[in-house]
């Protein structure tokens, strides 16, 4: 079976045998090296044809072996179902046999049998890899997405950060993820390398960023705020990233102007969704614009809707859709395979629902304002936690800052504050002041937790699974 990613590999090989394609904190290889290390590890591992589905999962750390496994499964036919190593084993297992996964590549290289679940159909002829969607407000769920969808993504992503063979790109957060892995593969589109690193660890990122100079280095805030916390030594080094590029949550305000004072370059927002890949770069107005997503990458197309589907002017609030080629039009590990938004133009070329609400400027840049799933209602009044979070976020006591609903029974939902701080130090009637005079007093949070760190998911977003935990344990 041709696969275009592999297919890039093996021309790279050719056409730059010795020049640097891969590398992580353990060591580096070639183009010729990463090639002859695909070619031997699908010599061992089975081929679609040895599996009852062609599908099998990849759960290991974000390294070269990543990448080396990543592409010998893609030479052997194999769809593959992206899984963060973070999410402990007998839940990739469960998650492996409802996406119809018939293996798992696990750490230690071993290939596990999974029994997949029939499925309705043969989504996988179509599909190279699967992502998952976050899970933090509910059950993860699979998101197939075509080699047409993630080639338009690569490409439209190479030419906006005129990525070449001689840019290399660092990817701060987990592989696995579609962030990442949407620079990994526009990366490979152009023979520019990839370096990753297994876990968040600050001297590891600064090592890679020192030794290869990165023109793109992407994370989440969390990254990119405990980068910070590295001295003006570490800040000289980042200082080189050309495209130092947030993702996967809110870039506040505050972190955009600690990041400018002390490094001296501009964060640069993304915005994209497992649902498709990386829709925007804001490398137009990072300076002027830092809150916003910035402007779609050739190929896509963007609208801010109503609710009837009309199409919004410029600085009304609706809802984000998104068009690409090959966008997917349906989940997987559900019972219906629901697609994500109705249809109407040509299949494999409709609008994906974002699940954002934002709206866009004059000049045609995207400001996102919350999620919909997460907007609070407040007797009556809909709050959105982008706003509070930023409002706590220009306090110098928070750290961090997350903010969501709880059931009440006189108003129909709570807003709650869970703050990252020092408890010794942060004051929350401060904080409540503080919030009061910068929004509505009636809107402002009603219960508080303070923790010295927020839980997360292994990307660095605040994991809200965890935090509903904490404040129900709290509750007890």
């Not at 504050?417 to 929350?428: H, K, L, M, S």
């Amino acid at each position: 079976m041709a696969d275009a990613f592999t297919d890039m590999l093996f021309a790279h090989a050719r056409l730059r045998p010795g020049r640097l394609a891969t590398a992580d904190p353990d060591g580096a290889l070639t183009w010729s090296e990463l090639a002859d290390a695909v070619r031997e590890r699908a010599a061992v591992l089975p081929s679609a044809d040895d599996l009852v589905t062609p599908v099998a999962g990849l759960h290991r750390t974000s390294d070269s072996q990543w990448v080396v496994d990543f592409l010998a499964m893609r030479a052997n036919g194999i769809t593959v179902v992206c899984f963060p190593h973070a999410v402990p084993l007998t839940s990739v297992l469960g998650q492996a046999a409802r996406l119809s996964a018939s293996a798992l590549i696990r750490e230690d290289g071993k290939v596990l049998p999974c029994s997949g679940e029939p499925a309705d159909s043969a989504w996988w002829s179509r599909a190279a890899l699967v992502h998952l969607t976050s899970g933090t407000t509910g059950s993860a769920l699979g998101v197939p997405r075509s080699e047409e969808n993630l080639l338009d993504e690569a490409a439209g992503l190479a030419a906006a950060l005129e990525l070449t063979p001689s840019t290399p790109v660092l990817c701060a957060t987990p592989i696995a993820h579609s962030f990442a892995s949407g620079l990994f593969l526009a990366a490979l589109s152009v023979g520019a390398p990839t370096l990753t690193v297994p876990t968040l660890r600050p001297l590891d990122i600064v090592a890679l960023a020192q030794r290869y100079q990165p023109h793109v280095a992407c994370g989440t805030p969390h990254t990119f705020r405990v980068l910070l916390r590295g001295g003006q030594s570490q800040c000289d080094v980042l200082s080189r990233i050309a495209v130092p590029m947030v993702g996967g949550a809110p870039l506040h305000t505050e972190l955009a102007v600690q990041w400018k004072k002390s490094v001296g370059t501009a964060l640069v927002q993304e915005f994209g969704l497992s649902e498709g890949g990386i829709a925007t770069v804001n490398l137009r107005d990072a300076d002027e614009k830092p809150t916003s997503v910035g402007v779609p990458l050739a190929g896509v197309e963007i609208r801010v809707v109503d609710p009837s589907g009309k199409t919004l002017g410029p600085g009304s609030e609706g809802s984000v859709v998104i068009r690409r080629r090959g966008n997917p039009e349906r989940y997987l590990g559900t019972a219906d395979g629901r697609r994500r938004a109705p249809v109407s133009i040509p299949p494999g070329h409709g609008e994906v629902e974002a699940g954002d609400i934002g709206y866009m400027d004059e000049q045609g840049a995207l400001f996102l304002t919350g999620r919909s799933k997460t907007m609070i209602n407040v007797a009556g009044t809909k709050v959105a936690p982008r706003a509070v979070e930023s409002a706590l976020m220009d306090h110098p006591s928070v750290r961090d800052a997350t903010v969501l609903g709880l059931p009440d029974d006189r108003r129909g939902e709570l807003v709650v504050a869970v703050v990252e701080g020092d408890p010794a130090v942060v004051e929350i009637e401060v904080l409540a002041t503080h919030v009061r005079a910068r929004m509505n007093p009636l809107l402002a949070p009603r219960r508080w937790l303070v923790l010295d760190r927020l839980p997360r998911t292994a990307s660095g977003k605040p994991d809200l699974r965890a935090i509903r935990q904490l404040l129900k344990e709290s509750d007890a």
